[in-house]
């Protein structure tokens, strides 16, 4: 199978390196265009055999598959581009959430489907969200489901689930990072904790809480009901975590769908297509 990916920034170029480290695709097999030549040869250096294309119609005209990983504002430039030189047999996958399925379908002549990776895909960790076009066959869902199944969990979701699944799956790893971040700078600042010590420590107590949860089934109040002891430290420290975040990821959600929201309406207006209409 012949691959092609449009674009090689952060998320373009972990999934070329992931599916090349989880043997999935072969570097030959892959051809890359890119708006930065030097983000595109640098990839060529850690993925030895990799195609460099001169042009995004390069790229796709003999790619089975074919990547898109531009951001929201570029869609327009890069859909005029290569809609001329697509075929009905192609399959052309989007990694950006407010380009949606409909005008992606009313660009192209081919195949598509919307899928969102997540940086944990670079250790063949987390999700993907899989969200199908009408012109996929069974074969091609199946065969999409194997090569994400490679360097992730293919979960299948509705579109109008993108942007929380994406807040839960995509972003969530910033929010967790930064809730670590602050947990470990609390120990050193509060308790004189070595940095670096604390810095193990709090990775793999969030690596062994999602084993729990995934392999042992554990639901996030069984997992606290079991560390924490009525009356104990835990039992205290949890209820004034409780109050201090109270709100909190509900207001995350309000701005990411606010945000989301207006990157819609900037999407339809670049592709000089109605907005999509509210779920």
């Not at 604390?198 to 109040?221: I, K, N």
Request: proline share 6%; glycine share 6%.
């Amino acid at each position: 199978m012949k691959v092609g990916f449009i674009g090689t920034g952060s998320m373009g170029s972990l999934l070329v390196e992931a599916f090349v480290n989880a043997g999935a695709m072969l570097p030959e097999d892959i051809t890359v265009s890119s708006r930065t030549r030097s983000k595109a040869e640098a990839l060529s250096i850690r993925c030895p055999g990799l195609r460099l294309a001169d042009s995004n119609v390069e790229a796709t005209r003999t790619a089975d598959v074919l990547f898109l990983c531009v951001r929201p504002s570029e869609f327009g430039t890069v859909l005029a581009e290569i809609a001329p030189v697509l075929q009905p047999g192609q399959i052309a996958v989007s990694i950006t959430s407010p380009v949606t399925i409909a005008q992606l379908e009313a660009y192209l002549p081919c195949k598509v489907a919307k899928i969102i990776p997540s940086i944990v895909n670079a250790v063949r960790a987390g999700a993907t969200l899989l969200i199908w076009g009408t012109r996929l066959n069974i074969a091609d869902r199946m065969m999409l489901q194997e090569l994400f199944a490679a360097i992730s969990r293919p979960v299948e979701i509705r579109e109008a689930d993108v942007r929380a699944a994406s807040d839960l799956s995509s972003i969530g790893p910033a929010f967790f990072a930064y809730l670590l971040g602050a947990f470990v700078d609390a120990a050193v600042a509060q308790c004189g904790m070595d940095r670096h010590t604390a810095e193990t420590l709090s990775p793999e107590m969030l690596l062994g809480t999602a084993r729990l949860m995934l392999e042992q089934g554990f639901s996030p109040q069984q997992l606290q009901a079991r560390v924490s002891v009525p009356g104990g430290i835990t039992a205290e420290a949890l209820q004034q975590l409780q109050a201090s975040t109270a709100g909190a990821f509900e207001a995350v959600f309000r701005v990411t769908h606010e945000k989301f929201a207006a990157d819609l309406e900037k999407v339809a207006h670049t592709l000089q297509l109605p907005p999509v209409p509210k779920q």
